[in-house]
Structure formats: C-alpha cells, structure tokens
C-alpha cells in the first residue's frame, strides 16, 4: 500500500457489499447500507438515490458477469464469517478484532449481537483515517468500536497486543480474529508474524478466521494480479490449502474448516446462482487455539 493512500481494495469491497442490495432477494445473503459511503461523490450519489429503491430497480439494473460474480462473492464472503462471529459469540465470545478492518461495518451492521460485545478494527493508518472520517460525515453508528492504527509491514507486529491492550481488549478471554481480504497484500513475513501475534492475544476459545487465495493463483492469475496492483496494491501472497493446516498448527492454531468459494456457494446461494462460474482459488478458514 502507498504510505499516504487510503486503500483502494477496502473501497471496492465495501461498494461491492453495498450493490448487494440490487441482487434478486434470493441471492441477497447480507445487508450493508454503509458500503457505498466510502466512495467518491458519484457513488454516494448513487446510494442515494438509488439504493432505496433497489428492489424495483433490480430487474433493469441487475449487476451480470464479472460484476455479478464480484458481488455475490462478497456476499458470501461476509456472511460466511458474520456466522463465525454469531457462533463465537453464542459460545459465549465477546471481543472481535478485525485485523485490517478497512471499511467493514460489522460493528454498525451487526447491533444484534449485544451491547456488550467489543469490536477491535486494527489497519493501516490512511485507511483507518478515511473510515473514521466517514463515519463520523455520515453518523453511521460505530459505538462499539475502538481503533487502532497500524502498518503491518513498517511496525513491529510483536508490539500490537500490547497496543490492543491499551485500547481495553483483554488476551485472557477469547478473542475471534477476522483477516479479510488481507493475507494477499502481505509479505510472507508479515503474514507469518501477523498469525504468531494473533496466537499470542488469543486465549482459550478464541477463533481465527482467515480468507486467502490459492499461491497458484497468486502467482498465475494474470487479469487479477493486472487489476489489483493497477489499484496500487499488489498481491504477494498465498498458501496451498495442502499447506495450512501444518502451517497454521506450527503456530499454535488447529484447521477446524476450510472451504473454496464453489463450496460456499453451494452451501449458501439458491441453485440457480450457486452455478455460476466461481472460482475455486478463493477460500475461507476457521481455526481455533490448539
Ligand atoms: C481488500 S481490503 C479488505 C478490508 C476489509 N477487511 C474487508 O474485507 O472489507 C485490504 C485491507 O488491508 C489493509 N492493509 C493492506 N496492507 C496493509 C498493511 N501493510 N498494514 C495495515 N493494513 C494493511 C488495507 O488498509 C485494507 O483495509
């Protein structure tokens, strides 16, 4: 990411997330009204005017192809890992932290969870900076998060407990991690003391849910690796799913799932869209503390 330069990958998921709403209802999996509030004026025009009646625009704007496919993936994406954070917090969880939270609104979007549950956004500081703004221009309610601004590749990752600790998480009761959309924009050294910093907040109970891209993909993906560093963020990253579960288990933590965007969407989409064509390099994992 370029030092002074809010990130551009948050913005287009977060828009992406918000043009859900123009999906037929059966393909609508969650709801974001803040995603398109991070864009620039003609997106937020477009929320605006548009978005309230999307269930009638639908039929004539409905997003197809790429786009389509952009969209229903975030929207599989996001609902994979709000059911994470339900279950963790069923199983009596009360802190998240969303490592490289960009323009997730979970915090707003998911009230339903209970007051009492604490939202921890950790990211680069020109993005935090660009959310915070927004949030603050567009009174979108965020009470129960709490920010802390951090560049995973300049600042020492063994130091971020620590700072968490200063904001009020507490590493002696659970913690469920949320790294979306991230690994792919790391070096393999901030991807491997980015996981040993996580074990090391997570007690007991935690959870620590990862989306990452299959290496061959990284590596060979040519339109993907074009568009993303077009955006300014190059992608770098990514493991064999092979690979893991002994990766993950060397540092503490047990593979409990691990599923490719296919997958999901069989699982999740009606059948009618769960055949699009998908790709299957885009994955989701679940790990929990050894
Ligand atoms: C594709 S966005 C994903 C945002 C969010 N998790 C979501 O899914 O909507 C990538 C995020 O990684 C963050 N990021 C990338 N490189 C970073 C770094 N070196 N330090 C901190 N954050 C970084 C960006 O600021 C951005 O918020």
């Known amino acids: ?13 977060a828009a992406a997330r918000g043009l859900g ?6 393909a609508r999996l969650i709801r974001d009204p803040y995603g398109m509030s991070f864009g620039g004026p003609a997106l937020r025009a477009f929320d ?14 409905r997003p197809s192809g790429r786009l389509e496919l952009g969209i229903l993936w975030l929207q599989l994406r996001t609902r994979v890992l709000d059911d994470y954070i339900a279950e963790f917090v069923a199983a009596g ?16 979007r998911l009230s339903g969870l ?3 549950v604490a939202f921890f956004e950790v990211d680069h500081p020109a993005t935090q900076r660009h959310k915070r703004a927004v949030l603050a221009r567009e009174k979108i309610p965020a009470d129960r998060a709490r920010y802390l601004a951090w560049d995973f590749e300049a600042q020492p990752l063994a130091a971020l407990p620590n700072a968490l600790a200063g904001i009020g998480h507490d590493a002696s009761a659970p913690t469920i991690t949320i790294w979306e959309g991230v690994t792919m924009y790391l070096t393999e050294s901030a991807i491997d003391a980015s996981i040993r910093c996580v074990r090391s ?31 300014g963020e190059p992608m770098r990253f990514g493991w064999q799913p092979s690979e893991l579960g002994p990766y993950l288990s060397e540092r503490g933590f047990e593979l409990v799932r691990d599923e490719n965007q296919p997958e999901i969407a069989r699982r999740l989409l009606p059948a009618a869209y769960a055949t699009r064509p998908f790709t299957s390099f885009r994955r989701i994992a679940l790990a929990t503390v050894a």
């Open 1 to 13: 990411m370029k030092a002074d330069r809010p990130s551009s990958t948050a913005l287009f998921v």
């Open 21 to 26: 709403a123009f999906l037929p209802e059966s």
């Open 48 to 61: 605006k005017l548009a978005t309230p009646f999307a269930e009638r625009l639908s039929p004539r704007l």
């Open 93 to 108: 969880g009360r802190q998240v932290l969303l490592l490289g939270a960009g323009y997730d609104t979970r915090a707003s």
């Open 114 to 116: 209970g007051a009492d």
């Open 201 to 231: 907040l997570s007690a007991r109970g935690s959870a620590f849910a990862i989306t990452y891209f299959e290496r061959e993909a990284v590596r060979d993906n040519r339109w993907m690796k074009f568009f993303v560093s077009r955006l």
